[in-house]
């Protein structure tokens, strides 16, 4: 085994507010081996992928996105080969020779689940976790996990945890057993080989907190990452390690579980029929409230508690911005996955909001005529569109009424220097540019190009043409989609940032901005319910029954699934 | 239209040709890609561009019934719809309505057809047809031809040449009204089955009026007739055909088919193939197809080809890699449609260059060679291409020949 992954990864962060207050902070990526330092200011958005893809974009576009920064990658597609295909790469950084990502740009953080795919797996064992693969569940042990690692070389790690995916709710036992595992596990990842003296310990380690819904359990998992390493524990973990918290670069919440386990306790609690145990859908029906945003904010501080507040904080499949502003506002937290954003592009959603939200009072969302999502009964905005529905059949403009497209905010600032009504939109569906360079493929192609320049600034594309796209069931709908989606939603987080930079108020005026928010925009997501309704209605309507039930269950519940090929 | 041939072969009736539209220059011969719905499956219209293709075609009978000519027209048509800033081609429509509807009925007056949306019975008469290719705005459209499945026998393929002729009139005298002959280009189908007489008939008719079409498209074909035959019809119709008119295979998409057909004189052709076989995983090489979803690839670290300049193969895709995600993710349908149309554009260009070169019938050889050399020649190939002067085994005494169609795929890990 070649030595462990030597990315270092620090986290600075500040909050004026205390432990738990909103905070900006920094990533710094070190890995140790000639490339750039990388930099990244938090809150920060996190792509998911899938079997090794952002879902929907070829490498080119991938590499247009300028908001996919980090990414998720979850390892357990590749079960389906033994040895696995990413251990098989080499070089100094295999998963992103594999996969065409930048070492000079994207930071990849390995997982061995997907943390957005809920589905009811086999139990896990008192050293392994099952996986999915194409081919069916596969085990993976911690020797196993501690190779991968080590062959893949990811600048992230999430060790394996060990969190049921049986149907709630989980009995003490369980959750005692699930502490336990997930702790054992935690130090034997940590651990290096004695055979291998020249490995180093590893400084990119993320841990799940464990303890699912239960405040008492998760104090109890928090608790025993700080205590004082036992010494019959203590070979291989090399100091400054006193505790295993001392090891780990950061702490992960997975918010589809506790979801999941919420829902069961109220519908047990209210006396309801239990949930269907079959399914644990991160999309299916998962809404956030400020119910279940107060519980996750106290079940989360439960697990901090005990723990220093200088390690970095993702949480994985939040249902809602709503939802993310208010653990920002109560929690802290620093990575955010972009789960609910891609499949929001799945099902055929345009994003269409902003943090801090704009003014109605300001003729801002006039601007060169987008129609503004539609308001709910209660006044409350869409947060985007639903482009299956008939209503954009004929509607011309750009994707979004609260950014400018490119080509617009070019044509609004031409020497004035008056600044712009809003911000641009800079993916490719809102501003594309045509290519920097064409493929000559004779020497008289020449002739073919010649007028034509550029790298030039392209109009947007458009509602009416998505809409098209959608209903004939072209791919290129959610190419476009999932872009201008990733690009909101890395807007929104910056839009964070920013207000949050602004000094000792910062927290009152972030206080503010939040509950603006919740006033403007809809939590309620019925846009989700629309668009899940149109599109499967445009799936049927293809009438490919191919294992009709099994897709449903597989597209539902993770991303990239929604077009049948 | 600007045509201008700037070299022919001097073995083969091959040729390489600047064709000026409305939208820009595209040098001939070319490979056009398919975007049925206006849209290149999964692909960006920026996309596309930069693989340096600059000729797509879109299809009318789709673009009618979606989005539909009112948002078309709203837009400024199809170019500005779907973000496109090169040339296109439209089809009449024709086509699909036979291969698509089971209950067109063909009269005098157009085709009449069950509407797919509420089964009304609806009429595309040719006039119609050039109506709805001028709210779409292509720079190339074609006449409504009456199309009969190339199986078909009989006198139904005499009267279907004779109807095509006739509705070619009236597609020429709506389209010269209108007024937008000077930025859209008729094209002419030949048409006349697998019969030699019709194909001669309908040529003389559609080349008396040369004066009133840009260019010329050979219909009728690629419908599952034999190899040996189609070529024949190809020759037969690339020779009678005026030299200062582009001419168009419709429907051609196999990479020998393309090459025969441009050393039989043929400019411009299309297919869906790459582009659909892409999305089921296959990706094609100048060693012949490559079907990353077989076991084989699993492992295999190398690219789809070496050396290929295509977005996939330089950013290091690996064989691997797409046999992990072809068919389950769309983006390896993306990766694989950028490199078959890449594929496709280098075989053409490959083709351009050579032309100019002089060095046209060594290209065919090495191309054959390599795409064939372990399967086999098709026998159709190697007929068709001694027919203008190239003798693909020439060299090659012990080479194996295949007769019938010759298609070489890789359908299991046996293979």
Same mark, same amino acid.
């Given at each position: 085994?070649?030595?462990?992954?030597?990315?270092?990864?620090?986290?600075?962060?500040?909050?004026?507010?205390?432990?738990?207050?909103?905070?900006?902070?920094?990533?710094?990526?070190?890995? *140790?081996?000639?490339?750039?330092?990388?930099?990244?200011?938090?809150?920060?958005?996190?792509?998911?992928?899938?079997?090794?893809?952002?879902?929907?974009?070829?490498?080119?576009?991938?590499?247009?996105? *300028?908001?996919?920064?980090?990414?998720?990658?979850?390892?357990?597609?590749?079960?389906? #080969?033994?040895?696995?295909?990413?251990?098989?790469?080499?070089?100094?950084?295999?998963?992103?020779?594999?996969? &065409?990502?930048?070492?000079?740009?994207?930071?990849?953080?390995?997982? $061995?689940?997907?943390?957005?795919?809920?589905?009811?797996?086999?139990?896990?064992?008192?050293?392994?976790?099952?996986?999915?693969?194409? #081919?069916?569940?596969?085990?993976?042990?911690?020797?196993?996990?501690?190779?991968?690692?080590?062959?893949?070389?990811?600048?992230?790690?999430?060790?394996?945890?060990?969190?049921?995916?049986?149907?709630?709710?989980?009995?003490?036992?369980?959750?005692?057993?699930?502490?336990?595992?997930?702790?054992?596990?935690?130090?034997?990842?940590?651990?290096?080989?004695?055979?291998?003296?020249?490995?180093?310990?590893?400084?990119?380690?993320?841990?799940?907190?464990?303890?699912?819904?239960?405040?008492?359990?998760?104090?109890?998992?928090?608790?025993?990452?700080?205590?004082?390493?036992? *010494?019959?524990?203590?070979? &291989?973990?090399?100091?400054?390690?006193?505790?295993?918290?001392? &090891?780990?670069?950061?702490?992960?919440?997975?918010?589809?579980?506790?979801?999941?386990?919420?829902?069961?306790?109220? +519908?047990?609690?209210?006396?309801?029929?239990?949930l269907d145990d079959d399914l644990l859908h991160a999309s299916h029906h998962q809404r956030s409230s400020h119910e279940t945003s107060t519980e996750l904010a106290e079940l989360f501080r439960a697990s901090l508690d005990p723990l220093p507040a200088d390690k970095l904080r993702v949480i994985n499949s939040p249902t809602s911005p709503h939802e993310i502003l208010r653990l920002v506002r109560d929690v802290g937290v620093d990575v955010v996955d972009g789960f609910w954003a891609q499949r929001a592009a799945d099902i055929g959603i345009a994003?269409?909001?902003?943090?801090?939200?704009?003014?109605?009072?300001?003729?801002?969302?006039?601007?060169?005529?987008?129609?503004?999502?539609?308001?709910?009964?209660?006044?409350?905005?869409?947060?985007?569109?639903?482009?299956?529905?008939?209503?954009?059949?004929?509607?011309?403009?750009?994707?979004?009424?609260?950014?400018?497209?490119?080509?617009?905010?070019?044509?609004?600032?031409?020497?004035?220097?008056?600044?712009?009504?809003?911000?641009?939109?800079?993916?490719?569906?809102?501003?594309?540019?045509?290519?920097?360079? #064409?493929?000559?493929?004779?020497?008289?192609?020449?002739?073919?190009?010649?007028?034509? +320049?550029?790298?030039?600034?392209?109009?947007?594309?458009?509602?009416?043409?998505?809409?098209?796209?959608?209903?004939?069931?072209?791919?290129?709908?959610?190419?476009?989609?999932?872009?201008?989606?990733?690009?909101?939603?890395?807007?929104?987080? +910056? &839009?964070?940032?920013?207000?949050?930079?602004?000094?000792?108020?910062?927290?009152?005026?972030?206080?503010?901005?939040?509950?603006?928010?919740?006033?403007?925009?809809?939590?309620?997501?019925?846009?989700?319910?629309?668009?899940?309704?149109?599109? $499967?209605?445009?799936?049927?309507?293809?009438?490919?029954?191919?294992?009709?039930?099994?897709?449903?269950?597989?597209?539902?519940?993770?991303?990239?699934?929604?077009?049948?090929? | 239209?600007?045509?201008?041939?700037?070299?022919?072969?001097?073995?083969?009736?091959?040729?390489?040709?600047?064709?000026?539209?409305?939208?820009?220059?595209?040098?001939?011969?070319? /490979?056009? =890609?398919?975007?049925?719905?206006?849209?290149?499956?999964?692909?960006?219209?920026?996309?596309?561009?930069?693989?340096?293709?600059?000729?797509?075609?879109?299809?009318?009978?789709?673009?009618?019934?979606?989005?539909?000519?009112?948002?078309?027209?709203?837009?400024?048509?199809?170019?500005?719809?779907?973000?496109?800033?090169?040339?296109?081609?439209?089809?009449?429509?024709? /086509?699909?309505?036979?291969s698509l509807s089971k209950f067109t009925k063909i009269t005098e007056e157009g085709a009449l057809f069950a509407s797919p949306f509420d089964g009304e019975p609806t009429m595309l008469t040719p006039e119609e047809s050039i109506s709805i290719q001028h709210a779409i705005g292509a720079d190339i459209i074609m006449q409504l031809d009456d199309v009969v499945s190339s199986l078909t026998v009989g006198p139904r393929v005499e009267e279907a040449m004779w109807r095509t002729v006739r509705w070619l009139d009236r597609c020429i005298e709506f389209?010269?009204?209108?007024?937008?002959?000077?930025?859209?280009?008729?094209?002419?189908?030949?048409?006349?089955?697998?019969?030699?007489?019709?194909?001669?008939?309908?040529?003389?008719?559609?080349?008396?009026?040369?004066?009133?079409?840009?260019?010329?498209?050979?219909?009728?074909?690629?419908?599952?007739?034999?190899?040996?035959?189609?070529?024949?019809?190809?020759?037969?119709?690339?020779?009678?055909? =005026?030299?200062?008119?582009?001419?168009?295979?419709?429907?051609?998409?196999?990479?020998?088919?393309?090459?025969?057909?441009?050393?039989?004189?043929?400019?411009?052709?299309?297919?869906?193939? =790459?582009?659909?076989?892409?999305?089921?995983?296959?990706?094609?090489?100048?060693?012949?197809?490559?079907?990353?979803?077989?076991?084989?690839?699993?492992?295999?670290?190398? =690219?789809?080809?070496?050396?290929?300049?295509?977005?996939?193969?330089?950013?290091?895709?690996?064989?691997?890699?797409?046999?992990?995600?072809?068919?389950?993710?769309?983006?390896?349908?993306?990766?694989?449609?950028?490199?078959?149309?890449?594929?496709?554009?280098?075989?053409?260009?490959?083709?351009?260059?050579?032309?100019?070169?002089?060095?046209?019938?060594?290209?065919?050889?090495?191309?054959?060679?390599?795409? /064939?050399?372990?399967?086999?020649?098709?026998?159709?190939?190697?007929?068709?291409?001694?027919?203008?002067?190239?003798?693909?085994?020439?060299?090659?005494?012990?080479?194996?020949?295949?007769?019938?169609?010759?298609?070489?795929?890789?359908?299991?890990?046996?293979?």
């Amino acid at each position: 085994m070649t030595s462990r992954p030597l990315s270092t990864v620090a986290f600075t962060g500040s909050s004026s507010s205390g432990k738990y207050g909103p905070r900006t902070g920094r990533i710094r990526i070190d890995r *140790q081996d000639g490339t750039p330092i990388l930099h990244t200011d938090t809150p920060a958005l996190l792509t998911a992928t899938s079997r090794g893809l952002v879902p929907h974009l070829s490498r080119d576009n991938v590499h247009l996105t *300028q908001a996919i920064r980090h990414l998720q990658l979850p390892f357990e597609s590749f079960l389906d #080969r033994n040895p696995p295909v990413p251990t098989l790469v080499g070089g100094t950084h295999p998963l992103h020779t594999l996969l &065409g990502f930048s070492p000079d740009n994207h930071i990849v953080i390995l997982t $061995l689940r997907d943390p957005s795919d809920g589905r009811k797996m086999p139990p896990n064992g008192t050293d392994f976790v099952s996986g999915q693969c194409t #081919r069916g569940v596969r085990k993976v042990n911690l020797t196993a996990w501690k190779n991968y690692a080590a062959q893949c070389k990811p600048d992230l790690v999430v060790a394996l945890s060990d969190t049921p995916f049986t149907p709630a709710p989980h009995s003490q036992k369980r959750l005692t057993k699930s502490i336990e595992r997930s702790i054992a596990w935690l130090a034997d990842f940590l651990r290096v080989s004695p055979a291998d003296p020249s490995a180093t310990q590893p400084r990119n380690v993320l841990v799940h907190l464990a303890g699912g819904i239960e405040p008492s359990a998760r104090s109890e998992f928090a608790e025993r990452l700080s205590e004082p390493i036992e *010494q019959k524990d203590a070979p &291989g973990l090399s100091p400054p390690m006193n505790t295993l918290n001392d &090891g780990v670069a950061g702490y992960v919440f997975d918010l589809l579980p506790l979801h999941t386990a919420l829902a069961a306790d109220v +519908s047990r609690s209210e006396g309801l029929a239990s949930l269907d145990d079959d399914l644990l859908h991160a999309s299916h029906h998962q809404r956030s409230s400020h119910e279940t945003s107060t519980e996750l904010a106290e079940l989360f501080r439960a697990s901090l508690d005990p723990l220093p507040a200088d390690k970095l904080r993702v949480i994985n499949s939040p249902t809602s911005p709503h939802e993310i502003l208010r653990l920002v506002r109560d929690v802290g937290v620093d990575v955010v996955d972009g789960f609910w954003a891609q499949r929001a592009a799945d099902i055929g959603i345009a994003l269409d909001f902003r943090f801090p939200a704009p003014r109605h009072s300001t003729p801002e969302f006039s601007v060169k005529g987008a129609p503004p999502p539609l308001a709910r009964k209660d006044e409350k905005l869409d947060l985007g569109h639903n482009l299956f529905d008939p209503r954009y059949r004929h509607d011309h403009a750009r994707l979004a009424s609260s950014f400018l497209d490119g080509k617009s905010s070019a044509e609004l600032t031409p020497d004035s220097g008056s600044p712009l009504p809003m911000p641009v939109c800079s993916c490719h569906a809102c501003s594309p540019h045509s290519p920097a360079s #064409r493929m000559l493929h004779s020497p008289v192609d020449v002739h073919a190009w010649a007028d034509v +320049s550029p790298s030039t600034l392209q109009p947007p594309f458009v509602r009416a043409y998505v809409h098209h796209l959608l209903h004939t069931h072209e791919m290129s709908a959610h190419s476009l989609l999932v872009m201008h989606n990733l690009t909101v939603f890395a807007a929104f987080l +910056s &839009g964070i940032r920013e207000v949050l930079r602004h000094g000792d108020t910062a927290g009152d005026e972030f206080d503010r901005e939040v509950a603006r928010f919740e006033e403007t925009y809809d939590e309620r997501m019925s846009l989700w319910n629309e668009a899940e309704r149109m599109w $499967l209605e445009v799936e049927h309507a293809r009438g490919k029954g191919r294992l009709a039930r099994e897709k449903e269950k597989q597209a539902a519940s993770t991303i990239g699934t929604a077009v049948d090929l | 239209m600007q045509f201008e041939v700037l070299a022919k072969c001097h073995t083969t009736r091959a040729r390489v040709s600047r064709m000026r539209l409305a939208h820009g220059v595209t040098m001939l011969p070319t /490979f056009m =890609p398919v975007a049925t719905q206006a849209a290149i499956k999964g692909l960006t219209p920026q996309q596309v561009e930069a693989l340096g293709v600059n000729l797509i075609l879109n299809n009318t009978y789709h673009l009618n019934l979606r989005p539909g000519i009112e948002v078309l027209k709203q837009a400024g048509g199809a170019h500005k719809f779907q973000g496109w800033n090169h040339n296109l081609l439209t089809d009449s429509g024709g /086509f699909q309505l036979v291969s698509l509807s089971k209950f067109t009925k063909i009269t005098e007056e157009g085709a009449l057809f069950a509407s797919p949306f509420d089964g009304e019975p609806t009429m595309l008469t040719p006039e119609e047809s050039i109506s709805i290719q001028h709210a779409i705005g292509a720079d190339i459209i074609m006449q409504l031809d009456d199309v009969v499945s190339s199986l078909t026998v009989g006198p139904r393929v005499e009267e279907a040449m004779w109807r095509t002729v006739r509705w070619l009139d009236r597609c020429i005298e709506f389209h010269q009204k209108s007024g937008k002959d000077t930025v859209q280009n008729l094209f002419a189908i030949v048409q006349g089955g697998l019969e030699p007489d019709l194909r001669d008939k309908c040529l003389d008719e559609m080349i008396a009026r040369r004066d009133k079409v840009a260019g010329y498209a050979i219909g009728g074909l690629s419908g599952g007739e034999e190899k040996d035959i189609f070529w024949r019809m190809i020759k037969q119709c690339a020779d009678k055909l =005026p030299d200062d008119r582009p001419r168009y295979s419709m429907g051609i998409g196999f990479a020998e088919d393309l090459l025969v057909c441009v050393a039989l004189g043929v400019d411009m052709a299309d297919c869906v193939f =790459p582009t659909r076989t892409a999305r089921f995983g296959v990706a094609l090489t100048s060693k012949g197809p490559l079907n990353l979803r077989l076991g084989k690839h699993a492992k295999d670290m190398r =690219p789809i080809e070496e050396g290929c300049p295509c977005p996939t193969c330089s950013s290091g895709m690996t064989r691997a890699l797409l046999n992990h995600t072809a068919t389950l993710e769309t983006a390896a349908a993306h990766a694989i449609t950028q490199h078959n149309l890449v594929f496709q554009a280098r075989i053409m260009g490959g083709a351009r260059e050579a032309i100019i070169d002089g060095t046209f019938p060594q290209y065919l050889k090495q191309f054959f060679a390599n795409y /064939f050399g372990d399967a086999g020649y098709p026998e159709w190939c190697v007929n068709a291409l001694r027919s203008v002067g190239v003798d693909l085994l020439e060299d090659r005494p012990d080479a194996k020949v295949i007769s019938g169609d010759g298609a070489k795929w890789e359908y299991s890990d046996a293979a």
